[in-house]
């Protein structure tokens, strides 16, 4: 089993910064690949950025440019740092974590919020 536990979030004006972080305990061997969705209200749960083991990273189209995920192995912990945010940024944004044969992770969410 993996536990994600993130931190950050908030309240942010449009184009400014905001950083998240999301630190995994337990079987920490068996991750492959973590990262974040992100949900608003009244739409589906969609792909914001992944990293892989090996430090492979991809994006959402919407996010490229504007945002950045990185990882600590040291600390098995991975960030986002979000820049130039928007109003339609605004959501819920969850961490997950992908092992090999075992569905993926979730942590609880940590809600951003931009206002215009």
């Known amino acids: 089993q993996v536990q994600l536990a993130e931190s950050g979030g908030g309240l942010v004006q449009s184009g400014g910064s905001l950083s998240l972080s999301c630190a995994a305990s337990g079987s920490i061997s068996t991750i492959d690949a973590m990262g974040w969705y992100r949900q608003a209200p009244g739409k589906q749960r969609e792909l914001v950025a992944t990293?892989?083991?090996?430090?492979?990273?991809n994006y959402a189209n919407s996010v490229k440019g504007r945002f950045t995920i990185s990882g600590d192995n040291a600390k098995n912990t991975v960030y986002l740092e979000m820049n130039s945010l928007k109003s339609e940024d605004t959501a819920l944004y969850y961490c997950?974590?992908?092992?090999?044969?075992?569905?993926?992770?979730w942590g609880r969410g940590t809600q951003v919020t931009v206002s215009s």
């Open positions: 997950f974590a992908g092992a090999f044969g075992h569905n993926p992770y």
């Open positions: 990293i892989d083991k090996l430090g492979g990273t």
